[in-house]
């Protein structure tokens, strides 16, 4: 008897923009499937996206005759005036009951009256329409929009930056449902359904771009029970998209409720404590949870600093950080930096580095008002350079700044910098020659594609992991990392060797 947990992934599109590439076709899907232990995938093709519904749902619907463990989900455009309603009327007779819509991709507007009159004609033929919902502007205006025609929507890929709102709607709203593919903070899927219930949820991975593992570690490492985890994985979608009970005969499960993770241990070099200004329980500067979740994940070693640190009062955080570490051999400090606070941060580094579960800096850019290339910054890297520990760095954002990168780095050849929250390969090719800089891949939105790339360009030996706890959840990322598909060199080098080097761990 076949005990394993069904899975049925509501949120897959096939294909690329303007490329061909094999990691993005309809059998890319299907092998992502079979990999996970997820039995079907509602799917569309990008061309009824980025080009003409019609021949993309035509495409769609070939690769669903190809592949039997996919189901389409036909695309429309309200732009397509003329051409909507006939569009809908062959999806429907080809069986497609789920619609999908990307206002924010193709540039219309959810409050327009092209878009309501389609949301007329679907809900008389009783199909379940999904839109990209990915800030809460667009949230909120699918949640008004839709109300009035009471049939079910699904939110696709919110995330932090809008689950306040998108919670918010759905217990004003009882049409609105939500995909899991984005959920990636701490708590993200047990805080949605303490929020709405979860009978509100349907898993999603946002495949193949993104990664499968990665969405179904952060439902199942949640806390809650096997059947409310087994709903959200299929039995919400079965009921919500009427599915017949022979469509996951023979096709794969999973063969526990528990999140995927390595064999090998894990030093964890990117990790925060501190307040996040949105819908979790905040776990401040208490490395409770955090030790917790390093027990459960294999996570040996984690290297931390204060969010509070990078948002408001630099030396009140690094005393934080120092107070929650003392005691916890596990953990390892950050002294967080500012080039604006140039005497302050060496007065900081020189406090810290003193101690021996203080093993690197921070200068996280983002978050500050100091370009990359500025005089400031170069000023604070070579003080850095002259102590000797490692930084996690991020640059400011904008044009240039992949040069001034390398030039800091180039002129503090004995300081290695790690790149924080991953880069687009482009940024890989550029600093290939430039060995002292280093990466690793956390974030919310990422691919293991491009962790992939950035393995293959600069080799293992310049690529660490990270998970940005206590903001994302660490199942999450290793997940994202699993996905990679590391051979067991690059295992052994990425979750832990490099770390050792680096940081001079014993």
Request: glycine share 8%; aromatic share 8%.
């Amino acid at each position: 008897m076949n005990n394993s947990t069904p899975v049925i992934d509501i949120n897959t599109v096939f294909g690329r923009r303007l490329e061909s590439d094999p990691r993005y076709t309809a059998a890319a899907v299907v092998a992502d499937l079979d990999r996970h232990g997820v039995a079907v995938a509602f799917t569309c093709s990008r061309r009824g996206i980025d080009y003409s519904p019609g021949p993309g749902n035509r495409e769609t619907l070939d690769a669903v005759r190809r592949h039997p463990a996919l189901i389409p989900a036909g695309v429309l455009d309200p732009r397509d005036s003329f051409g909507w309603q006939g569009e809908a009327d062959r999806c429907l007779g080809a069986g497609i009951r789920l619609f999908r819509f990307f206002p924010r991709t193709q540039g219309w507007a959810v409050d327009s009256e092209s878009f309501r009159e389609i949301l007329r004609y679907l809900r008389r033929k009783r199909a379940v329409v999904m839109i990209e919902a990915s800030d809460g502007e667009t949230a909120s205006a699918v949640a008004r929009v839709t109300a009035p025609f009471k049939s079910p929507v699904i939110l696709a890929e919110s995330f932090y930056g809008n689950a306040a709102e998108v919670m918010a709607l759905m217990r004003r709203y009882s049409h609105l449902y939500a995909d899991t593919s984005f959920l990636a903070t701490v708590g993200a899927v047990r805080g949605m359904v303490d929020a709405v219930g979860h009978d509100r949820l349907l898993y999603g991975s946002a495949g193949p771009w993104h990664s499968m593992q990665k969405a179904l570690n952060q439902l199942l490492d949640a806390d809650l029970s096997p059947a409310r985890k087994r709903a959200i994985l299929a039995g919400n979608a079965r009921r919500l998209l009427d599915l017949k009970p022979g469509l996951l005969k023979s096709r794969p499960g999973l063969a526990g409720l528990e999140p995927v993770r390595f064999e090998e241990p894990i030093i964890d070099i990117h990790s925060h404590l501190g307040l996040w200004p949105m819908p979790m329980r905040q776990e401040d500067c208490d490395p409770a949870g955090m030790l917790r979740r390093m027990r459960r994940l294999g996570i040996t070693h984690s290297v931390l600093s204060s969010y509070e640190s990078m948002r408001y009062d630099l030396a009140a955080g690094n005393r934080a950080i120092a107070r929650a570490i003392e005691g916890h051999p596990e953990l390892y400090g950050m002294v967080e930096l500012d080039p604006r606070q140039y005497e302050l941060s060496c007065a900081e580094m020189d406090t810290y580095y003193r101690r021996s579960n203080f093993v690197a800096g921070e200068l996280e850019l983002s978050h500050l008002a100091c370009p990359t290339s500025s005089p400031e910054v170069k000023k604070l890297m070579t003080a850095m350079a002259r102590r000797g520990r490692p930084v996690l760095f991020m640059p400011m954002g904008g044009d240039g700044d992949v040069a001034a990168e390398i030039a800091l780095a180039r002129a503090n050849p004995t300081l290695t910098m790690i790149h924080a929250h991953g880069a687009e390969p482009a940024w890989a090719r550029a600093v290939k020659d430039t060995p002292n800089i280093c990466i690793e891949y956390c974030y919310s939105r990422t691919t293991h594609h491009r962790i992939r790339e950035g393995i293959d360009i600069l080799g293992p030996e310049r690529v660490l992991f990270g998970s940005d706890q206590t903001l994302l959840s660490p199942a999450g990322q290793i997940g994202l990392y699993q996905d990679a598909r590391l051979n067991a060199r690059e295992r052994a080098l990425i979750l832990h060797a490099n770390a050792r080097r680096i940081y001079k761990f014993k």
